[in-house]
């Protein structure tokens, strides 16, 4: 009959493991350096976000403070206009 293939090796059973397990080894090293890679690029992306909303935030509290001075300012005008010509 057929030729049966012996047993596998067990991881750490025998020699031929040992390079495997430093493949292993090295992929898992891989892989932990690539997530730390991501999770630093993903931190550094959050803070420029919170920056930029800042700015915005700023930026939106400053234009509407500018509105409000020019409404204030158009008013004060059409006043002045109204007491110096009487319309």
């Known amino acids: 009959m057929g030729?049966?293939?012996?047993?596998?090796s067990t991881p750490g059973g025998s020699s031929g493991s040992a390079p495997r397990q430093q493949q292993v080894s090295r992929e898992?090293?891989?892989h932990l350096a690539l997530?730390?890679?991501?999770?630093?690029?993903?931190?550094?992306?959050h803070a420029q976000l919170a920056d930029a909303r800042t700015t915005h935030e700023?930026?939106?509290?400053?234009?509407a403070t500018a509105g409000t001075d020019h409404r204030r300012a158009f008013g004060l005008l059409r006043y002045l206009r109204f007491v110096a010509t009487g319309h």
Not at 3 to 8: E, G, Y
Not at 58 to 63: E, F
């Open 35 to 45: 997530e730390q890679q991501q999770r630093a690029a993903l931190l550094q992306r």
């Open 3 to 8: 030729h049966i293939p012996p047993p596998r």
């Open 58 to 63: 700023r930026l939106a509290a400053q234009l």
């Open 28 to 30: 898992k090293q891989q």
